[in-house]
């Protein structure tokens, strides 16, 4: 399988984080505007996870290196195995913030 670089494993990783911003900000308003805001970060983190999956059916093994971060770096490899994981963890976290709308 070919190597593809591809952003997509980077964008995963920080769109529950950069979307905790929003989250915050969203709750200074209303309940109701968290738990949309919530709702909409989860659904596009599953998403992406699925566009992920979808590329890695084409065939493609997707990679993205940050050089020298924090003087290592850092490496993203997504095979099959990983991004199946990716998209069942994004389900499931998906599901349980619907279903958890009363907790939260």
């Given amino acids: 399988m070919p190597d593809a670089i591809s952003r997509i494993p980077l964008v ?3 769109l529950p984080m ?3 911003l929003g989250v915050v900000g969203a709750s200074k308003f209303r309940d109701h505007w968290r ?3 919530i ?3 989860t659904f596009a983190t599953l998403v992406m996870a699925l566009w992920q999956f979808y590329l890695v059916q084409q ?4 990679v993205y ?3 020298g971060f924090m003087g290592f770096g850092l490496r993203w490899r997504v095979d099959h195995v990983s991004a199946i994981f990716s998209v069942v963890v994004a389900a499931v ?3 349980a913030t619907i279903f958890a ?3 939260i």
């Fill in 65 to 67: 290196v940050l050089e």
């Fill in 35 to 37: 738990s949309r805001m």
């Fill in 39 to 41: 709702n909409a970060i």
């Fill in 93 to 95: 976290w998906f599901l």
């Fill in 12 to 14: 995963l990783v920080l």
């Fill in 59 to 62: 065939g493609k093994v997707l």
């Fill in 18 to 20: 950069v979307g905790a």
């Fill in 101 to 103: 709308r009363e907790y």
